[in-house]
């Protein structure tokens, strides 16, 4: 009898202790994104049916940039259209990939008379960071972002737009629920939380079973990142959000369901938002790819709509 309850202390501590490792590992795969250039120059050539190169020679002049805060360094790029440029887009880039992963939505802002600002999130590409955090310390990384734009290039918010793709489209709202108001917001693919973003993809990836450790895993990843993704999420920033919004997602989306947008869709004000729910068939993020035509006059019309200053007047 001594035997056998020894065996079961044994037997419940090597479970205890595997559990522990499993989910301090998965929380670590939230945290710590593989992200470099060259993977992103693959990703191009492999699905743009195109090259990093010759997206680049369509690109006006460049110059590198950095922006210190309390945490970590940002580093990007600022290409200029011209010098009479009168407004500026920031374009946030997706989880693991870097801010040459945002030149297939340059096209799109072929009728603005603004200059291209992109920078790679904390943790990815040349920028520092510790952690990645699901959108909420990247969403105060790109305040500090439009701040600096703001004062470098003498812009009024107003004049400063976010062209968000997949968890940059999701860090765009997040920051937009901020009191501070820009020109707009466009969020492409989005998702409503950190959770669901991490354990969508998880249960593709490991099966049903990794439910029993999401709680767990949820937790040490917010506290070893120093976040509260409970209560700051793209769902719950939603309503609180001023400025106009231009949401899309694919219906035919297998990474990030698409209704996650719904849900944050009808979070959004009415009057001050457009969603449209594509079904051209395309996965995450390809639409725009895919279906550049359409894409590009479903932005037109909401800057007509909703942001007329960043269209060319002649």
Not at 72 to 82: D, H, N
Not at 110 to 128: P, Q
Not at 163 to 174: F, H, K, N, R, Y
Not at 253 to 272: C, K
Request: aromatic share 12%; charged share 20%.
């Amino acid at each position: 009898m001594k035997l056998l309850k020894r065996l079961l202390i044994i037997l419940g501590l090597i479970i205890l202790i595997g559990y522990s490792f499993a989910c301090w590992s998965l929380s670590g795969r939230m945290l710590f994104p593989t992200s470099s250039l060259e993977k992103t120059k693959s990703t191009i050539e492999r699905y743009w049916g195109t090259t990093y190169e010759a997206s680049m020679a369509a690109m006006p002049p460049s110059e590198e940039f950095s922006v210190e805060t309390d945490e970590v360094e940002l580093k990007g790029k600022y290409f200029t259209l011209s010098d009479s440029s009168t407004c500026a887009i920031v374009f946030i880039h997706g989880w693991s990939t870097t801010w040459a992963d945002m030149l297939k939505y340059v096209t799109l802002f072929s009728s603005c008379n603004c200059d291209f600002v992109f920078y790679d999130h904390r943790r990815h590409g040349e920028s520092s960071g510790k952690y990645a955090t699901g959108g909420i310390k990247e969403a105060d990384d790109l305040w500090e972002i439009t701040d600096w734009l703001k004062e470098e290039k003498e812009l009024d918010y107003s004049s400063i737009g976010w062209m968000g793709s997949s968890w940059g489209a999701a860090t765009s709202l997040i920051a937009a629920g901020d009191e501070k108001n820009i020109g707009f917001v466009i969020a492409d693919s989005p998702f409503q939380d950190w959770r669901s973003a991490a354990f969508e993809r998880a249960i593709v990836d490991y099966g049903n079973g990794i439910k029993l450790l999401t709680p767990t895993i949820m937790k040490l990843a917010s506290v070893r990142a120093g976040v509260d993704p409970v209560n700051i999420s793209p769902l719950k920033m939603a309503a609180q959000i001023e400025e106009p919004v231009l949401l899309i997602h694919s219906k035919a989306d297998t990474e990030t369901a698409s209704f996650q947008s719904v849900n944050i869709a009808a979070n959004l004000s009415s009057d001050n938002s457009q969603f449209y729910h594509t079904e051209w068939g395309n996965d995450h993020v390809m639409d725009v790819i895919n279906n550049t035509e359409e894409f590009r006059q479903y932005v037109n019309d909401f800057l007509k709509k909703k942001a007329p200053q960043f269209l060319k007047t002649n």
